[in-house]
């Protein structure tokens, strides 16, 4: 199933809006393009995309003033009204259209459910790189909550690697004080990446931004950071009963257990050697 929605979904959006085109594909265009009332057309709520620029939005209504709306607008009817539709990609066209004072646009009307809608509104923004890091991050974890995809389903229907996924993610660990310097454009995705990797993120954050540094500067902090706490000083050997509680969870999980007690708390770190095995331990933890 996934190397058919990957294959489907990889060419759909660009045929669906017109990014790739054929005698068929045209004729397709024009039996589902049409215009309607943009008061008939509400926001999908559960588009992945929250931050709309303001001035880049006055900008592109002055331009559909001049020249209307050069790509339909990619609309799904909802079922419980016959003149109603749901935006699937091309929220910032509507929003921009409104601000022109058109009252007619251009769409595409296409059935989807809504894994599919989610899917084509998270593939046209990540495409067109108009979701930041943790936009892009969440939508995946919509996906993967919403219709229990595994990280490798979700590469495939995406068109993304398996490792992009994998690292996007950890980003929605992030201290929200250091999501907040992602969301307003003072870290990329790559420096957020680099600061998940590090014991104390907002201060690694913090100092990236103080300092200027790019990607690859921050990326060096990182492992700088890692090498250093490696070299600390040598913890005190274990009991027996911690011993034996390691390797008891160690037999259960099928990975390697570090149980480290800290007066009455403690943290336990389970370790895996793929994404695979991390999509098992996710599987066994979530389990209900």
């Given at each position: ?10 060419r759909?959006?660009a045929?669906l809006?017109g990014d790739?085109d ?5 004729i397709e265009?024009a ?7 943009i008061?008939?057309?509400?926001p999908?709520a559960?588009?992945p995309?929250?931050n709309f ?7 592109l209504a ?6 209307g709306i050069?790509?339909p607008?990619l609309?799904?009817p909802?079922?419980?009204s016959s ?9 910032r066209?509507?929003?921009a ?9 251009p769409?595409?009307?296409?059935d ?18 108009d979701l ?10 919509q996906l ?14 995406i ?22 310097f992602v969301a307003d454009g003072r ?5 957020a990446?680099?600061v ?5 993120p ?8 103080e300092?200027?540094?790019s990607?690859r500067?921050?990326e060096?902090l990182s492992?700088?950071?890692?090498a250093?706490?490696?070299s600390?000083?040598?913890?005190p050997?274990?009991?027996t ?8 969870l ?5 990975l390697k257990?570090d ?7 403690g943290?336990?770190?389970i370790?895996?050697k ?5 999509d ?9």
């Open positions: 199933m996934a190397d058919e929605r990957s294959s489907r979904l990889g759909g959006l045929a809006i790739t054929n005698d068929a594909r045209a265009r039996r589902t393009q049409r215009r309607i009332p008061e008939f057309i509400q999908n559960r588009n995309r929250h620029d303001a001035d880049a939005l006055d900008d002055r331009s559909i003033a001049e020249k050069v790509q607008i609309v799904r909802l079922a419980e003149n109603r539709f749901e935006i699937i990609a091309g929220e066209r509507w929003r259209a409104q601000k022109a004072g058109l009252h007619e646009v769409v595409f009307v296409h989807a459910d809504d894994r599919e809608s989610l899917e084509l509104a998270i593939i046209e923004n990540v495409q067109r790189a930041n890091a943790l936009e892009e991050a969440a939508g995946y974890d993967m909550q919403e219709f229990s995809y595994t990280q490798q389903q979700l590469a495939d229907s068109g993304k690697s398996r490792s992009h996924i994998a690292n996007t993610l950890r980003l929605l660990r992030l201290p929200d004080s250091v999501k907040a870290l990329s995705a790559g420096h990446r680099a998940a990797a590090m014991d104390d907002e201060a690694a954050a913090r100092r990236i931004i300092g200027g540094m990607v500067e921050a060096k492992s700088k950071t890692k250093g706490s490696k600390a000083a040598p913890r050997a274990k009991d009963d911690t011993r034996a509680l390691e390797e008891s160690s037999n259960a999980l099928g257990v149980l480290r007690h800290a007066g009455e708390g943290e336990l770190r370790g895996y793929s994404l695979e095995q991390l098992e331990l996710v599987r066994l933890l979530t389990a209900r």
